[in-house]
């Protein structure tokens, strides 16, 4: 069965400082993995998604994330946290299998000035 | 540009009362999708459909009904609302059946019931 796992409810960190979010996941067929977040009050909108072409995937307002098939990894990253990326993020994963996506529990990101 | 449309922001209902959430999209998705919003637990999976008149349960269908009437509306009933369903419900659609399609979502509706 699939499942994601999420390191960190909510992770802070300083305006311009690195963001990294982990997301690692359980799958026994290869996997699309995405990544959404959601902004205060808001719905979720995808960041970026990974459907086997290249490792490394970049998505809107920044950010990237690599896929780790060694390490069952999916950690997304942004150079320098801006305070507009306060959100709380979502890490995903399904296949062709089972195409319903499985959910991480979400890590809130606060960016401190 | 993409729009999914719930039609309710925020709900206060009483304990017994039927409730319901309604969902409208515009892209001509063939897939609808109802989930539950709660600290600490992700999206939960309430029900879905691929098709009009066309539902599957979802994680946790307990307590909860579906109406696909029309390809583009989706409805979520709560037939006797209890304090346990308070919650944030996020209504999304999508096109592909397969792994790789991406989820368009609602802002949301967020029920509490007294």
């Known amino acids: 069965a699939q499942s994601v796992t999420q390191l960190g409810s909510h992770v802070s960190v300083s305006e311009g400082a690195l963001v990294l979010l982990r997301c690692n996941y359980s799958s026994s067929v290869p996997p699309y993995l995405f990544w959404y977040v959601q902004y205060p009050n808001q719905g979720l909108q995808l960041l970026l998604k990974?459907?086997?072409?290249a490792t490394l995937v970049k998505g809107i307002n920044g950010f990237e994330a690599e896929f780790k098939k060694s390490e069952t990894s999916f950690h997304l990253t942004k150079p320098s946290a801006h305070m507009s990326d306060a959100a709380e993020y979502f890490c995903a994963v399904s296949s062709d299998s089972n195409y319903q996506l499985i959910w991480g529990a979400g890590t809130k990101l606060i960016i401190k000035p | 540009d993409v729009k999914v449309t719930q039609s309710s922001r925020y709900l206060v209902k009483r304990t017994g009362e039927k409730v319901f959430l309604e969902c409208v999209q515009d892209?001509?998705?063939?897939?609808m999708f109802w989930y539950r919003q709660d600290p600490g637990l992700g999206l939960r999976l309430i029900y879905f459909?691929?098709?009009?008149?066309?539902?599957e349960k979802g994680d946790i269908p307990e307590g909860y009904s579906v109406s696909r009437e029309k390809k583009e509306r989706f409805s979520l009933i709560l037939e006797s609302a209890s304090t346990n369903q308070t919650s944030m419900y996020l209504c999304?659609?999508?096109?592909?059946?397969?792994?790789?399609?991406?989820?368009?979502f609602g802002e949301g509706s967020r029920l509490t019931v007294l």
């Open positions: 892209m001509d998705h063939e897939n």
């Open positions: 990974y459907t086997s072409a």
């Open positions: 459909s691929y098709d009009v008149k066309m539902k």
């Open positions: 999304a659609s999508s096109l592909w059946s397969s792994g790789g399609g991406e989820l368009f």
